[in-house]
Every structure is written in structure tokens, then in C-alpha cells.
């Protein structure tokens, strides 16, 4: 079983509807993110969070929202899709006690086409 | 601002060669580390290695080596002995205490290893 599990893989919908993507983690770490990938740009943060009370906006949070349910669940709503939005979304875990020198362990990613 | 900068968009590369692919970087934070990231085709995002700012020795694993010139803000990875299965996009990321634990992508290069 994957450690980080990005739901759903695919989904396609219309401009205006509203979208949650899931992502829960099996790896115990305390920091989760949501990024967006789109060609040529590389992948751009959206939203972080530090500890399930604790949400910060990234690079790019405008038009998202995020919810930190539990340590291990991070979800990231679209609240009223719209065609720019379409990309690849990833969510990606990290260990703040392991220090400084430790990888961003990302899922699978979500495919989002929004026509 | 931290910055990371890959400035070859598609590398070639013969089976069993080796092959370089740059990054260069941009920080006025004296910690920070860098990361390498592989996606193959099917998307996900693989780690590869790190190197620390303050790592007296360039980093080694398996096939993958980082060439860290820090006087010249590089980072560059080396894959050795090129196999098929290492065509995939390759992204370097930065983070520094800057930006505390968030990652900065490069757009990646696509690197195509033929027979």
C-alpha cells in the first residue's frame, strides 16, 4: 500500500463545481502539502500545513481552500472549478523531527481536467 | 527570493553513458538543501538525492551522484551507466530556512535514454 494516497486519480468535471481532493498518509509525519503541477512550470505550492491546527497559504492558494482534518488527512477543495485549474495536483508528507535533510514523500497524484 | 533554475528542457542520452543535467540555484540563506526528483511517465514523483549546503562531500546513491559547486550555486546530477528506464523528467528543488520546510522547483528536464 502506498504510503501517501491521493483520491480520486482522475477526475474530470465542469467550470463552477465545486472539488475536493484527498490525500491521507500512513507515514505518521506532521507536515503535509498541496501542490499543482502544470507543463513547463514545474510544480507550485498551494497550501502547507505544519500540524493539524496550523494551515498556510503557498505560492499559489488563490481559488483552493484546505482542511486538516487529522494528522494524517489533508484535503484540497476547489470551490468553483475553473479551466486554468485543470493540472496534476500532488500531495507530499514530510518528517519535521528527522531534520532538515529529509525528502518530501509525495503520492501518486490527481489528474483534474475542468472543461 | 529563492530561485531554481534548470536550463535544459530535454536531454539525450545513449544506454550505459553517463549524463549531467544542471541546476543552479539562488539563496542568500547559508542552510539550505537540495533535492532531486525523478517522474517517470506514470507520474509520481521519486526521490533521488540530497545534498546539505554545509555537506563537506558530494552526494552519492547508486547510479546517482550530485556534482555541488557551491561557489557557483550548481547542483548538478550525474546519472551513470544510462538505463532505459531512466527517461523520465528530473526536477531540482531548494529549500532553505527561507522558506522553512517548502520546496522550490525548477520546470525539470526530460531526459530520453535510447538503446
Known amino acids: 500500500d502506498a504510503d501517501v494516497t491521493q483520491t480520486p486519480r482522475n477526475r474530470i468535471t465542469k467550470t463552477g463545481k465545486r472539488i475536493m481532493l484527498e490525500c491521507s498518509q500512513t507515514k505518521g509525519h506532521d507536515r503535509m502539502y498541496w501542490y499543482r503541477q502544470d507543463p513547463g512550470l514545474g510544480l507550485r505550492l498551494i497550501y502547507y500545513s505544519f500540524d493539524v491546527k496550523d494551515i498556510n497559504k503557498g505560492e499559489i492558494s488563490d481559488g483552493y481552500s484546505v482542511s486538516r482534518q487529522a494528522q494524517a488527512k489533508f484535503s484540497l477543495s476547489l470551490e468553483s472549478a475553473i479551466p486554468n485549474q485543470t493540472a496534476l495536483y500532488f500531495c507530499?508528507?514530510?518528517?519535521?523531527?528527522?531534520?532538515?535533510?529529509?525528502?518530501?514523500?509525495f503520492g501518486d497524484g490527481t489528474r483534474l481536467s475542468i472543461l | 527570493a529563492q530561485k531554481i533554475t534548470q536550463t535544459q528542457p530535454g536531454m539525450f542520452v545513449q544506454e550505459k553513458e553517463a549524463v549531467t543535467l544542471d541546476c543552479t540555484y539562488d539563496?542568500?540563506?547559508?542552510?539550505?538543501?537540495l533535492f532531486w526528483y525523478k517522474q517517470p511517465s506514470s507520474g509520481e514523483m521519486i526521490f533521488l538525492i540530497y545534498q546539505g549546503s554545509y555537506d563537506q562531500q558530494n552526494a552519492t546513491e547508486g547510479r546517482y551522484s550530485l556534482n555541488f559547486q557551491k561557489a557557483r550555486k550548481s547542483a548538478n546530477l550525474v546519472i551513470s551507466a544510462s538505463q532505459l528506464g531512466d527517461s523520465a523528467m528530473y526536477f531540482c528543488a531548494m529549500r532553505g530556512r527561507e522558506n522553512t520546510d517548502k520546496l522550490i522547483f525548477g520546470t525539470g528536464t526530460r531526459l530520453q535514454v535510447f538503446p
Open positions: 539563496t542568500s540563506d547559508p542552510s539550505y538543501g
Open positions: 507530499a508528507t514530510s518528517d519535521a523531527s528527522q531534520g532538515s535533510n529529509q525528502p518530501q514523500h
